[in-house]
Structure formats: structure tokens, C-alpha cells
């Protein structure tokens, strides 16, 4: 009981040495704030949308979930919107999200593919960022820059699109795909 006590502890402490500075929230923050409470009413698309220009993202704090995507999104060559779009997918931009199949984090990453990305604390918003955003690179290389097929990769994994040539004929992963772009392309 100890151990669990310590581990929350650790987490709160984490959460809040990564939670923006409510004086230095920019558009963007509003932006996404509004995003994710507004996931079923169709309006986060817009909200993305309007928060992935250019300027927006000029005064993004560093130290904010949206300014560690920006910056991982930078640094693999990945178009921040699509990272935003699919942090926004898999979490919510939630930092302590945790799936029923054990995937952690704003990425959603699985303890063996962050671990085969140099990634030692899951629970770390910026390297589970760098960690899931370096995966997207890969796949998106992997797949000759095929969106769709790095989404559904993301989802299903990368050998599931490849044995179906393309999106597997899974549910879950053809809505995936179809609810990051969709947050994308608006």
C-alpha cells in the first residue's frame, strides 16, 4: 500500500509540474481546452484546426502538453497538427491516461514499443510525447509518408496494415483513422 501511495504522490507531483501556468495560457491552450470538452459535439475538429496555425503556436508555453507535442512534432518531422491530432485521439491530451489494454500516457503508448523507443518513464509527459511522436515518424517513413496506413499502424500495429495491404478491417482502427483525420484535415 506504501508503494501504490508513493506512486500517486509521484504522479500528482509529475501532473503538476507539467500543468500550464494559467497567466501563460495562449490561444492555443484555449483552443484545446475547448477541444476536449467539446469532444461530442463535433467542435474539436475546429478547435484544432484553429489552434495548429502558426501564430498560435508561437506562444505556446514549452512546458504545456501542446508545447511538448509542438516541440517533438519539430524535432522527428512531423506535422504538429497530425501529433496534436492524434494525442487528441488516443488521450484526450490527457497526461495520465491509462487504456484497459495498458497503454499509457498522451500517446497511448504500450510499455514494449516506448521501451523499444528509448522511452524509460511512460509516465513523463515529454518523453511519452517524444516517444509517441518519434513512432509516428517512424511509421509515416515506414509506410512512404501514407497517413493513413502510419494512423492505422498506430492503431492496429504495423504489422496488421501490413498483412491487409492498407487500414485493417478492424472497427476500432477504421474509426481511429477516420477521427484523426478528420481532427487533421479541418
Wanted: charged share 20%; no cysteine.
Amino acid at each position: 500500500m506504501d508503494g501504490i501511495s508513493s506512486v500517486l504522490q509521484r504522479i500528482a507531483a509529475i501532473e503538476k509540474r507539467f500543468a500550464p501556468n494559467p497567466t501563460e495560457e495562449s490561444n492555443f491552450a484555449d483552443y484545446m481546452k475547448t477541444a476536449n470538452n467539446q469532444l461530442s459535439s463535433g467542435e474539436k475538429a475546429t478547435a484544432v484546426q484553429s489552434a495548429s496555425s502558426a501564430s498560435a503556436w508561437k506562444n505556446v508555453p514549452a512546458a504545456s502538453l501542446e508545447g511538448m507535442i509542438y516541440a517533438a512534432a519539430t524535432k522527428y518531422g512531423v506535422d504538429p497538427k497530425l501529433a496534436t491530432a492524434v494525442a487528441t485521439v488516443e488521450s484526450g491530451l490527457t497526461a495520465d491516461a491509462v487504456s484497459p489494454a495498458g497503454a499509457v500516457g498522451v500517446m497511448q503508448l504500450m510499455p514494449d514499443t516506448a521501451k523499444a523507443l528509448g522511452v524509460r518513464n511512460l509516465s513523463d509527459p515529454r518523453e511519452n510525447i517524444d516517444g509517441g511522436v518519434h513512432y509516428l515518424k517512424d511509421l509515416l517513413t515506414m509506410f512512404q509518408g501514407d497517413a493513413r496506413k502510419a494512423l492505422a499502424a498506430y492503431n492496429a500495429g504495423p504489422q496488421a496494415v501490413k498483412n491487409y495491404g492498407g487500414v485493417p478491417p478492424y472497427r476500432e482502427t477504421q474509426n481511429y483513422v477516420s477521427k484523426v483525420l478528420s481532427l487533421y484535415n479541418q
